[in-house]
């Protein structure tokens, strides 16, 4: 059974600091894609961050460059999201979701079930 598990969220003031973590467990980790998606009231599920499957390339929505860092660590079936210079505009629930390549399938595609970040003075 495949399970990704997000911890980390909560409540943060402008300016703070928050790790969200992804424990993944089911699969070959080292196998995926990894990415994190917010998605904040009203709006739609949006790509933050990608990682590709050996950690050496990643890409970043614009609204997030230079304060977030996606990272991942294979021997612990973990990524990580590190989240820097929080905004209001930031508050969402925070996604994590695994893919791989499953040609000629359809691609392999897991989702956590989300950790809310807020963040308010």
């Known amino acids: 059974q495949v399970q990704l598990v997000e911890s980390g969220g909560g409540l943060v003031q402008p300016g703070g600091s928050l790790r969200l973590s992804c424990l993944a467990s089911?699969?070959?980790?080292?196998?995926?894609?990894m990415r994190w998606y917010r998605q904040a009231p009203g709006k739609e599920r949006e790509l933050v961050a990608y990682l590709n499957s050996a950690g050496g390339y990643t890409n970043y929505a614009d609204s997030v460059k230079g304060r977030f860092t996606i990272s991942r660590d294979n021997a612990k079936n973990t990524v990580y999201l590190q989240m820097n210079s929080l905004k209001p505009e930031d508050t969402a629930v925070y996604y994590c979701?695994?893919?791989?390549?499953?040609?000629?399938?359809?691609?392999?595609?897991?989702w956590g079930q989300g950790t809310q970040v807020t963040v308010s003075s």
């Open positions: 979701n695994a893919v791989r390549s499953n040609w000629p399938n359809k691609q392999l595609d897991y």
């Open positions: 089911g699969i070959t980790f080292s196998s995926y894609a």
